[in-house]
Every structure is written in C-alpha cells, then in structure tokens.
C-alpha cells in the first residue's frame, strides 16, 4: 500500500496546554497552546493567535499568529501575521510581515537558508 503523500496537519498543542520538549515530525504542526523547548518539521508549522512559543525552530515554512522568542529556520518561507510578535533571529528564503506584526532580531533571507 502507498503512503498518503499529502499528509497535512498531523500534530497539534491546542490552545491551553503546555508543553515542554524537543519535537520532531515529519508532517505539519499547529501550537495553539504553550510550548517550551525545540522544533523540527519537514512540513508547516503554524503558531494561531493563542500560541506562545519559547523555542528553536526549524521548519519547511512557518506562520506566526501568536508570540515566539527564538530562532527559526525555514527552507521556504515565514510569515508575520497582523498581532504575531517575533524576537529572535530567522533565515529563510522568503519573509512576509504584515502590518501591526512585531519582529526584532537579524533576519537573513537566500535560496537555500535551511543549509
């Protein structure tokens, strides 16, 4: 039997749980709760409104809605939305902040920042 190759969104921290820890998955994510620690997808990995994130995250893409101190790697692309606030660095290929987003810290953007 062939493995589903569109395997969406597999893992989630919903919105009032904590958690601390290294994660690794190879599908995408979604923090809507609390998280303390380190972060590897080969997927997306989404941070909603309610999320707050102290992490080191590395991830295909990422879009920020909520709060996260840390540095983020991301092959393809980042994105701030309207109320995310980021502090920490990030190096990715393409980077949309949107307007009433917050982000302080070096940013770094290149075809292949994941290397």
């Known amino acids: ?19 601390e820890g290294t994660i690794s998955v190879p599908h995408g994510m ?3 709760g609390t998280f303390r620690g380190k972060i590897d997808t080969k997927e997306m990995l989404t941070i909603g409104t309610t999320g707050v ?12 809605g909520g709060k996260l101190t ?16 980021h502090i920490g660095n990030l190096q990715t290929k393409e980077l949309i902040i949107n307007q009433g987003a917050f982000f ?7 075809d292949n920042p994941a290397t």
Do not use: P, Y
């Open 1 to 19: 039997m062939e493995k589903n190759k569109d395997k969406g969104l597999g893992t989630m921290i919903g919105e009032g749980a904590v958690f």
């Open 30 to 32: 979604r923090i809507d």
């Open 53 to 64: 994130v102290e992490a080191d995250i590395r991830a295909r893409s990422l879009s920020l």
């Open 70 to 85: 840390g540095n983020i790697v991301a092959e393809h692309r980042v994105e701030l939305e309207a109320n995310a606030s």
């Open 104 to 110: 302080n810290g070096r940013c770094s953007m290149g």
